[in-house]
């Protein structure tokens, strides 16, 4: 450490409390860069799925059919939009869709689910995805079916 500091004191004319300081900021500024380095490295993370748009369509028989958009920046098989719900407005599930892979290069998304059976007196639900490292938590849409079933 000695030959450091008089290597700093001979080249750059400063005195040894001057020195001490400049070695100090010197190490500071090359922290700093190798942290921002690293986490410029990391991959962007991706939040939790939201449901973006979605309709319901009255079909045959007294089902519906519901297509829903869903937005999540899937990373591939560890961290991806794995399914979303149809939920009564007090939390009851009524239907869910099972998404049986990554969308990694597809954003967003819409997949249909068909032959949903809503309760009688069910007038609005609720739309919610989930993905398989955050669980559920992003944007939900509510949804009035229509003709006021």
């Known amino acids: 450490m000695n030959a450091i500091k008089r290597k700093c004191n001979a080249l750059s004319g400063l005195s040894g409390a001057a020195c001490g300081r400049m070695r100090g900021f010197m190490c500071s500024a ?40 869903v937005r999540h920046e899937d990373s591939g098989w560890d961290h991806y939009a794995d399914r979303y719900e149809i939920l009564s407005m007090k939390g009851r599930v009524l239907a869910t869709r099972v998404l049986a892979h990554p969308h990694v290069n597809e954003q ?42």
């Open 30 to 69: 090359v922290l700093a860069c190798v942290a921002g380095f690293a986490l410029a490295a990391q991959p962007a993370l991706a939040g939790k799925a939201d449901v973006v748009q979605a309709r319901a369509v009255s079909t045959a028989n007294n089902t519906w059919r519901f297509d829903v958009t």
């Open 108 to 149: 967003p998304f819409t997949r249909s689910l068909y032959n949903v059976r809503i309760p009688k007196g069910i007038k609005r639900i609720r739309i919610r995805a989930h993905d398989s490292r955050h669980g559920y938590g992003g944007k939900e849409i509510v949804l009035t079916l229509p003709h006021g079933r």
